[in-house]
């Protein structure tokens, strides 16, 4: 039988885990949606981390820096094919977050480099971290973590 009781704790339980799987962080008028990063394997010294940034501004901002508990440094980095060769660059100056635009970091372009990896990036378990824009200061933001090789989990498509 169905109580009242029980539909409570289920829309509670329900609100609890939409709360746990959001992971949108804003800093002034920047929004940054869902942090993720792939499993690593055992050995490897670097990961990386992905999110979209955007800027619900009147003025440019630029992400200037970050930090992660799991790695030794933090750069931020782009991927392009130049003349059929993938070359990945540290982006010195950080990126600027247009007025009204936004910017991805996704596998093969614009990504979070996790440099002196103290741990394997373990599937399902999460890691802190900061990103420090030029105007908008440091905020803190915590990444999922998906198995190697796999999309962010329910944002295909963002």
Do not use: C
């Amino acid at each position: 039988m169905i109580t009242i009781r029980s539909l409570a704790f289920v829309g509670a339980l329900a609100l609890s885990a939409a709360t746990a799987l959001a992971h949108d962080y804003k800093a002034g008028d920047l929004e940054i949606d869902h942090p993720w990063s792939r499993a690593t394997p055992a050995a490897a010294p670097v990961g990386a981390g992905y999110l979209t940034i955007t800027n619900k501004g009147k003025t440019a901002d630029r992400l200037l820096s970050g930090t992660s508990e799991i790695s030794a440094k933090v750069e931020i980095h782009d991927m392009a094919v130049v003349d059929g060769v993938m070359r990945m660059r540290a982006l010195d100056k950080g990126i600027e977050i247009p007025a009204g635009g936004k910017v991805e970091f996704k596998p093969g372009g614009f990504h979070i480099m996790l440099i002196g990896l103290k741990r394997p990036i373990a599937k399902d378990a999460g890691f802190k971290g900061t990103l420090t824009f030029e105007k908008a200061g440091t905020v803190e933001i915590e990444y999922q973590v998906e198995g190697m090789g796999k999309a962010p989990a329910g944002h295909q498509g963002h």
